[in-house]
């Protein structure tokens, strides 16, 4: 597997990630919420990396970076009732709060159910580990049961939380779609149909957004923007079908999300709303405090 995210590389392990591993292993504030040991020496790394790549783990390689930092565990669920595939996951506690595992997961989810043919995700975590259950909760994972779990390292047996994801409740995000799909969107919601030169000029723009559910393009919107200070979010359009079901809401948090951790500096996100729906806007904070859209129509048409 080559997996290319906006930050990331997933492949499998190499026995030359042995020192970013550990590099990142070696802290507790990382194996205990994971209740696996933090790793004492690089030999230990090793042997773990060498289990790793059996495995078939996934490595969070950070492309800026040059390095791994962090993985996915795929394996067989570790309750037997459960029929589907369980994963794991650990990140090198440098790359917290930056959206990476979400970013990884959003690409290594699809791959999973692809390629191990499951139609159910387990995950689990300690209940106390916040971190981690607002990552699964914000995968679309349901929760499950409590469970005790046994191999703490150094500790009582403690209570995880089960979580659960089926295919068909999955959502996933990808920064681009075609003009073809673009062109079909509008005319389903009855938009005027645009020039050539114009629909040439809409493929053009950097930031994209679409939503796909059951390998289903869903949704789409696009942000035009100087990759500084303005982002304007335009053309957000959901299918009919899935329409009012939180898909909208959905899409433009990730969009949300994926201007604040690519581009750092910036300052205000606008968006174009058309009359009639600006209250879907501010049910994601968008305010008409500050500014409100005024438009001049070009007297040509
Ligand atoms: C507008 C649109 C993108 C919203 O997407 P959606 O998936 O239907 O909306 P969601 O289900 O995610 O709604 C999220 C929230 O906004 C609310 N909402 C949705 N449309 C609304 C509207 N027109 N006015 C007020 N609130 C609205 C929902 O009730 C929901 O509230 P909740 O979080 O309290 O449950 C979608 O309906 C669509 O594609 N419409 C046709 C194209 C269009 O008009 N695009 C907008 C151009 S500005």
């Known amino acids: 597997m080559h997996i290319t995210t906006n930050r990331l590389i997933l492949r499998y392990f190499d026995i030359f990630d042995v020192n970013d591993v550990y590099e990142y292993s070696k802290n507790p504030n990382v194996s205990q919420p994971a209740c696996w040991i933090s790793h004492p020496n690089l030999e230990y790394s090793k042997k773990i990396v060498e289990k790793f790549i059996i495995k078939k783990e996934i490595a969070i390689y950070h492309k800026m970076d040059k390095k791994v930092i962090g993985s996915i565990g795929v394996f067989e669920p570790v309750n037997p009732n459960l029929k ?68 703490v390292p ?58 796909y559910n059951k390998n289903k393009l869903i949704g789409i919107a696009r942000c035009i923007s100087d990759f500084s ?26 969009l949300i999300k994926y201007i604040k951790y690519n581009y750092k500096g910036y300052k205000k996100i606008y968006i174009m709303s058309l009359k009639g729906k600006e209250g879907f806007y501010e049910k994601l904070g968008f305010s008409k405090d500050i500014c409100t859209g005024l438009t001049i129509e070009s007297e040509d048409d």
């Open 229 to 254: 200070y303005l982002f304007l979010i335009c053309d957000v359009m959901v299918l009919k079908d899935y329409q009012g079901m939180g898909i909208g809401k959905k899409m433009l948090k990730h």
């Open 154 to 211: 150094n500790s009582e047996a403690k209570i995880v939380k089960y979580y659960e994801l089926k295919y068909e409740n999955f959502y996933y995000f990808k920064n681009t779609f075609s003009i073809k799909s673009y062109k079909e969107f509008r005319s389903i919601n009855n938009w005027v149909e645009l020039s050539t030169i114009q629909y040439q000029q809409i493929k053009n723009t950097k930031i994209k957004i679409a939503i």
């Open 84 to 151: 589907g595939m369980e994963i794991s996951y650990s990140l090198s506690e440098l790359y917290w709060h930056k959206g990476i595992m979400q970013e990884a997961l959003n690409y290594a989810l699809p791959y999973i159910f692809k390629y191990y043919k499951t139609s159910s995700i387990y995950c689990c975590s300690l209940a106390d580990n916040y971190k981690s259950i607002h990552t699964i909760e914000a995968m679309g994972f349901s929760y499950l049961f409590d469970y005790l779990y046994d191999y």
